[in-house]
């Protein structure tokens, strides 16, 4: 069960990031090509670097396992880390932030009725609209890291979520300091104040991520192509490493013919202590003799020496008895002679 919990764990984490990084990158290339400047702004993006790799690494990685998790069949060593779920997950939430991201790029100061802040010369002062573009991203992100808490198709990703503790501190505490770089961070975090209209719609959009990932969860995962994966297969062998690696084609033998020695030399390593670890294991089973059962099995076990000593002494060709009788023998012969 803990083995399942950590690889959801990691599973978790991994649709997460590769969501929000995706979608920076593309903001800021599409954005650097389109109109000469990043909507998100270097200080911007490592406050979300701080969101999609600390923050939420502790967030998503510290759920208990549950019993759900053993009615699942066990993952085996072929198992993609990157299913089709996943990616259909990813490919989903990326599209849904990059409409809404380009969208009030280029048409939000339209929308919202304030000055546009494209085309802004460098030093000029921070403008609302590239600052609804900013929260709104976080805004997206946070609502998507509660998506990612589910990994195989649930619905319901508000389950168990009061079981952490972890989880919705972080979140509320990662909510309450984007309240405040938005609202007093615009030197630091080139930002300007939001009204309270503009608030809502950026909640709005982030809580618009809930309902999109209803329409993702729709599409059967069964019906994506099966190469649409990540991370399958059996893991390479040493031997194919060394074979990857420069180097000529004795100098890999040897090195393989080492590395073959040196598990020899473990294994080995390994069953002499485990035949040691035996035989203490008996040597402290075994019980001590004492009182009166030692004598009567010592008493035994010298009567048993004198007996095999004397038997032994009694057959012995070189015995006292035998040397006495063939010199009776020899006189006797001497004299009839």
Same mark, same amino acid.
């Given at each position: ?31 650097? &090509? ?33 019993? +759900? ?132 719609? &950026?909640? /709005? ?9 209803? /329409? ?22 040493? $031997? ?9 084609? +004795? ?23 485990? /035949? ?13 003799? $004492? ?45 009839? /002679?």
């Amino acid at each position: 069960m803990w083995g399942r919990n950590v690889y959801d764990s990691i599973a978790k984490f991994l649709q997460f990031q590769l969501t929000v990084n995706v979608v920076a990158v593309i903001v800021a290339f599409v954005g650097a &090509c389109a109109i000469q400047d990043s909507p998100l702004k270097a200080v911007q993006m490592l406050w979300v670097n701080l969101i999609m790799d600390t923050l939420a690494a502790l967030a998503l990685a510290t759920e208990m396992p549950t019993e +759900e998790l053993l009615r699942r069949k066990p993952y085996g060593r072929t198992k993609p880390l990157i299913s089709r779920t996943m990616f259909k997950n990813i490919i989903g939430h990326t599209i849904y932030q990059l409409a809404i991201i380009f969208t009030l790029v280029f048409a939000g100061h339209l929308i919202f009725d304030i000055d546009d802040g494209r085309y802004a010369k460098i030093g000029a002062a921070p403008t609302q609209h590239f600052t609804i573009v900013f929260n709104a991203f976080v805004m997206m992100t946070l609502f998507n890291e509660i998506n990612a808490r589910k990994i195989h198709g649930q619905r319901n990703v508000f389950g168990g979520i009061m079981r952490n503790p972890i989880y919705y501190v972080i979140w509320i505490g990662t909510m309450a300091g984007q309240v405040i770089i938005i609202q007093f961070g615009s030197g630091f975090f080139q930002t300007a104040p939001l009204t309270a209209e503009q608030w809502l719609w &950026c909640v /709005v959009i982030g809580i618009g991520e809930l309902l999109w990932h209803q /329409v993702v969860t729709s599409v059967p995962s069964k019906k994506l192509p099966k190469a649409l994966v990540a991370g399958a297969g059996e893991p390479p062998d040493m $031997a194919s490493l060394l074979e990857m690696r420069d180097g000529t084609d +004795e100098d890999r033998e040897k090195r393989s013919g080492q590395i073959l020695w040196i598990r020899g030399l473990t294994r080995l390593q390994t069953q002499i202590r485990v /035949v040691n670890a035996f035989r203490l294991g008996l040597e402290r089973r075994e019980p001590s003799l $004492a009182g009166p059962s030692a004598q009567r099995l010592r008493e035994i076990s010298r009567q048993l020496q004198l007996q095999h000593s004397q038997r032994s002494q009694a057959t012995s060709p070189t015995s006292p008895g035998a040397g006495a009788t063939k010199a009776t023998a020899g006189k006797t012969a001497s004299t009839s /002679v």
